[in-house]
């Protein structure tokens, strides 16, 4: 896996858990076309509740993101000090090589916070344990996409 400067169909992005015997350090989002269009939907409707002083969020069920452990400290450090999500390019198969949480994942949502930001969460099906992404820019990421696309027509 190596950082992008151009939009890529994934995105890394840092991740953590409240677990104190299991480690989540990233997840890899697919930021296909068909995300695309899930993610303009989404934050459409939650602009339309920006004005609200007291609305907090906007919960989906969201399969998009799946969570990893960096046991060998490779895998964060792609990312430049300070950034916390950035364009990734994955080589075929590449994901299957990477280590997972030993919870078995569920109740997958994506949260969407009226700025256009968003995140990641799941929960140990047995433990109950979170499992969550940091906040990261949605509407940036998919204009990137469109930009570049539109650029290369």
């Known amino acids: 896996m190596k950082l992008s ?14 677990s ?6 990233f997840a890899i989002v697919s930021c296909d076309e068909s995300w695309r269009e899930r993610m303009t939907k989404r934050l459409d409707a939650v602009m339309s509740f920006r004005d609200a002083t007291d609305f907090l969020s906007l919960n989906y069920w969201d399969g998009s993101a ?11 450090k792609v990312l430049p000090d300070g950034r ?7 080589e075929n198969g590449e994901e299957e090589t990477f280590d997972t949480p030993e919870n078995r994942l569920d109740c ?3 949260v969407i916070y009226p700025g256009g ?3 990641y969460q799941a929960c140990g099906k047995h433990s109950g344990e979170e ?3 940091v906040e990261f820019p949605i509407g940036e990421i998919i204009e990137s996409i469109r930009n570049h ?4 027509s």
């Open 66 to 76: 799946e969570f990893y452990a960096d046991n060998d400290d490779k895998i964060v």
């Open 84 to 90: 916390e999500w950035g364009f990734v390019e994955l």
């Open 149 to 152: 696309k539109t650029s290369e």
């Open 117 to 119: 930001c968003g995140r």
């Open 20 to 25: 104190e015997w299991d480690s989540c350090d």
């Open 131 to 133: 499992f969550y992404t």
């Open 5 to 18: 400067e151009q939009p890529a169909n994934h995105i890394l992005v840092k991740a953590y858990t409240n």
């Open 108 to 110: 997958r949502k994506m």
